[in-house]
């Protein structure tokens, strides 16, 4: 199995901490900045936050698809790190301008930025995830880069989070929007830098089985042909979702049933009928836990993103401090980065499984009780923020390495292997958790008769800011802690499939 060298583990890192000056910087303050800077109203935003989440249910699978197929001198993944981080950097310093536009123009103007940044975060995020799969054969080594690239991911989310507003404040000298717009700058020339590291530091060494009848150019028309089944759902999820009556529910509830009886017939197909695509599809469907890693990654983006994307309006109006959400930032990255790195060594000792069950309970139980935090205690607030937040950070480490697993024992029960596809059905449902975790914030306040451009409306919104902190987040990790009790890949079943695969490579005729 192999070991992987510390520097490769930190080049590696470091291609998370520039992705995530968007994901978990940028991002967390995008709510706000479209309420309170670029005037968006908050169903406005809302709906904008859940209609891209329609564009990534595409691109994202699709671009597995095609680093699956890639090969290039520097392998399948990498390559797509290098080209697609200069337009990454490029959209998140648009989706932070503020043109001189009118009303409808200006909301144009943001779903086109928006989609923008999606893609270009797609391009460059779901290679980079696969890349953890092909770097190492060894499970454990594999929780270890994971480990190492979620405190970097923190370590970057920490350098927005916490010095953003002060930057704004400090570029915009009270001109927000240019604050903003010049702050960009700044952290899009370090998101170049950091990622060309994790190009130039990384290798790919295993090596998929090799499909010689694989088409690329066939199997993406086989993908559009499918795409119906890949948007209805969204699309019914996301009508229910932002309506919530009966019409969208019923809506909702004919195109799952349609669905359920597309897979069944499709996984009782010979595979002599299926194209490439459907193999790939029937393999996914029939992965037991990869489709338990699914729903995990979907509730724990709700968890943690519902957390996030209040902490702006929950300092700015419920504590009165807009500055100090900054200051509770970069507490809460500091202990995710040691919550990161403490996630190999408590795997070790209580397995993958067993771990996340208990980090999602008490970190669900931690943030239930800001419900009973006194408006102000500032002290109250960060005590248990960083306490959750500890449990929190292991939740999306375990998830990564854990996607690593199912796609070893797809290819250890099918003899097939498609990790791009695997990672980039996990990035997309926690992008669409990330998306619907954003809009519930905004159609929560909403409820409450929030407008950010309108000071009266505040005070009446504030029991919906102490919601967002507690109770709403909180369910959704108690109904994850329940779902990962189903998950079937113990430590030892890891041990025996990479084992197995490992013989496999050498002697391809087992």
Known sequence: MTRLPFSEKVGYAMGDAAANLVWRGALAYLAVFYTDTFGLTAAAAALLFLVVRLSDGITDIMVGMIADRTNTRWGKFRPWILWSTPLLGLFMVLCFTTPELGDNAKLAYAYFTYIGLTLAYTLNNVPYSALMGVMTDSDTERTSLSSFRFAGAFLGGLLVMGFLPELVAYFGDGDDAQGYQYAMYLFATLLVTLMVITFATTKERVEAPVNPDSNLKQELWDLTKNLPFIILPLLSMTLFFYYREIYSGL??????????????????????????TQRDMVDLLTNKPWLILLGMGFLTMM???IKYGVIAYYFKYHVGNELMAGQYFVALLVVSILGALATEHLSKWLGKKKLFIISLLLSGILTSAFYWVPQGNITAIFVLGCSAEFFAAIMPTLFFTMLGDSADYSEWKNKRRATGLIYSAGTFVQKTGGGFAGALVLVVLGSYGYNGMDVSTIEQSLPGMQLLMSWIPAAFAFIAAALMCFYPLSSEHNKLICSDLINRRINPQI
């Open 251 to 276: 809506f909702f509830v004919l195109v799952m049933s349609i669905m359920g009886i597309f897979i069944k017939n499709l996984v009782k197909k010979s595979p002599d009928d299926m194209t490439g």
């Open 303 to 305: 968890f943690n993103g």
